[in-house]
Each structure stands twice: as C-alpha cells, then as structure tokens.
C-alpha cells in the first residue's frame, strides 16, 4: 500500500472522528437545551404551622386539687399560621400518673365535641382529625373539660396526672384520607 492512499484513509477516518464528534456535541447541546428550558411550569411549596395557646400550659401544675364529682373546665385557642388549610388533631404526650385513666377529658368547639377520652387514651395513635378543617389563618377558641368520675370515690385520692398536650396538623390539599405521617 502506498502513502498516499494511507495518508487518504487516515484523513477520511479523521474526518469521520470530527464528523461524529460534532453530531454528538450538537445532539448533547439540544438535550440540554429542551431541559434547561422548558417553560411556565411553577412550583410553590407551602408549610404546616399551628399555634396551640401561644405555647401556655392549659391547665398549670397544683392549679386545681381533683375531687370525684368535679368539672374543671379551660378555654385555649388553636390557630393555623400555615399557607394552606389544614385539618389537625390534639393529643397528649408524655402522659404520667395514676389519674390518667381516671379523669375524662371532652375537648369542644362549641357545642361540637372534637375529642373524648381519659389521657391515657388520647394519644397519638388513637386520635384522629378533627371533623373541621381549620382554615388559612384561622385562630378557634376551644374549650377543655377534666372531669373526675364520682364512681372513682377515694380510690383515686392522692393521684396525679401530667402531660403534655399537642397539636398536629397537616394540608388539606391532596390529602382525602386526613392521613398524618
């Protein structure tokens, strides 16, 4: 073989090599472009806030002393400081005390009650959603009842309870189930 001819073949391969590079580079750049540039799609997030009582206990330690046949009954608030409407549920936490599954709790909006149990049984688990859904803004007056059954009698003398209440809430937005994760 001449060096002619190999010094044609090696330039054609070159070309080929350039040829291909080119198409390859060309090809990459319109990906990116059509990826980079897809227009009008907006994306917004929101958050989840509530305010239970500006923080403030409910009910504050040595507050009432508990007798069988009494009603304690506290007012505190719930507000949604979200950028959506939620639906939200109250609970309790870190519930201590032999008095836990003695004193009935009734949490009312109103005349509709939201919540019925002794502490140890509104907890996270067991309660869900509140009927309503609690709108952008929107600050509820509430009302806790703590009654001390009398059938309890004396047995009860000298218990305490202690707990921490909570709000949860989450978007009402794409959410039927008012699941909580």
């Known amino acids: 073989m001449s060096a002619s001819k190999s010094a044609r073949r090696l330039t054609a391969g070159i070309i080929v ?17 059509a990826i980079l540039t897809v ?11 509530i305010n239970l009582n500006n923080g403030e206990p409910i009910i504050r330690e040595h ?19 979200s950028t959506l409407d939620v639906y939200y549920r109250l609970y309790f936490t870190n519930v201590q005390g032999d008095l836990a599954d003695v004193l009935e709790i009734s949490i009312m909006d109103g005349e509709n009650l939201l919540f019925f149990g002794t502490a140890a049984e509104l907890n996270r688990e067991n309660v869900g959603a509140a009927d309503d859904i609690l709108h952008l803004h929107e600050c509820r007056e509430l009302t806790i009842y703590f009654h001390f059954p009398e059938e309890a009698g004396n047995s009860a003398q000298n218990q305490t309870l202690s707990f921490d209440m909570c709000a949860e809430a989450v978007q009402t937005k794409n959410n039927p189930d008012r699941l909580f994760d």
């Open 17 to 33: 090599i350039i040829l291909l590079l080119t198409g390859l580079c060309a090809t990459t750049f319109a990906l990116v472009q």
């Open 63 to 81: 507050e009432f002393l508990f007798e069988p046949g009494m009603t304690v009954k506290k007012d505190f608030f719930i507000q949604n400081e």
């Open 39 to 49: 227009e009008n799609n907006f994306f917004q997030t929101g958050y989840v806030s």
